[in-house]
């Protein structure tokens, strides 16, 4: 491991210091804004109930980000949700283990995976205890809004998609391949959407999604989507004689441009039968800013089927018809607690259970990959199947954009050469990684 870990020990490097200085307030500002502007839809619907519920959301919101500020302790949760007994147990272990060196769970000297996922889980127990309106997406318009800012990205990826489909029977197996490959580097770079990072800050896909793929192909620092083929395309041979499935399992990430991408990546992996079944996984809760919730799929494919152009709407019908017919959305609490995806097997058996089923399971995102790896400061040239720490129920791929300093499995020398040129490539998204792991 290489020095400065961001880790169980908490020592906290200067990136997530300043990304909690500086970003975390800035989220429940924008968190508390939302509910004022809502304040009179609450009045509507609720009376003065749904008033003093807003009220005491943005209080609650306000002492949190005070407690931030001022480097209090974290404090139980106390909403009684399935999940609070987890937690609240996660911080006593934490407690105990800090309390051996004398130091306190609290903001600035807390593991940072774990700070941040606290601060968007205390979020949601402030809404949950402000009923009526614990339903309240505090995100919810920042992912609108990415999604009516890449409108033109959008459509020009329905279009390609609907083209492709009515092409897709003719096509002989490199042309397919050559499909195959393009939709998912813009799957990839669609993780650039992601609005936690820069939360003043919108980030639509403004650009054609298409035109750029050239351009972006030096910045694949691990490219592993040779494995993906040969595993989807061999299954595809093998089922014409035994006629088993194979399931592709989706653990999403962010919601607008980036859902779109997952979306038509899923269509195609059945139009073209490289897949039979496809899974998604989504946020039971808003996380992340932009992460998805179911909600945030069915908003976007009623804008789809809304849409004046033929290509989004028929792509808005479409996955409406396979949401109830053939795609299966799933969630799960495993996703929105602290833990380290190498505890899955113990802390969410079932869940675990389930990925086994999985052929291919796709893991989107940053954050994603800091769980997957645990958030250390690994060497670059640790190999991600050990990173996994034991994470292995299917093979799997993580697709991501390089937000935060976490990288493993890269070639000798890679990391240390990009950093000469690019000192900030980890964290701005600019580079990414078709990552696998598993036998072919
Ligand atoms: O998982 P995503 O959407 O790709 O990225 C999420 C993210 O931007 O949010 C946090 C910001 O500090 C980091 O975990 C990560 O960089
Ligand atoms: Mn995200």
Redesign the pocket.
Known sequence: MRPGVVSSQGRCLSLPYL?IKD?TPTILTKAIDALHRHKSEFFEKHGEVGTEAEKKAISLLSKLRNELQTDKPFLPLTDNCLDADIWNKYLEYHHTLLNENNKKISWFQSPWLYV?CYMYRRIHEALVLSSPISYFDVFKESKERNFFESQEAIKTLCSYLQDLKKRIENLDEKQLKDEFLKLFQIVLWG?KC?L??SPNQSIPQTSSPLAVLEDLKPYILVNNLDYLWSLLISRKKMRQETFSITRVDFIM??AGFELVTDLVMADFLLASKLATEIHFHGKSIPW?V??TNKNDIYWLIEQLKAANTKCMSECGINWEYYLKHSWIYQDHMFWTLPHEYCTMSQVATDLYAELEKSNLILFK????Y?KLVGDRKWDFTVPFHQALNGFHPAPLCSI??L??EVQVGLAPGQGEEITDTDPQWMTTGKYGIFQFDGAL
């Open positions: 990304r970003q941040e993780n992601d936690a990072l990430d962010n992340f932009s992460d995102g940053d954050l994603n800091r991501r954009t937000k935060t």
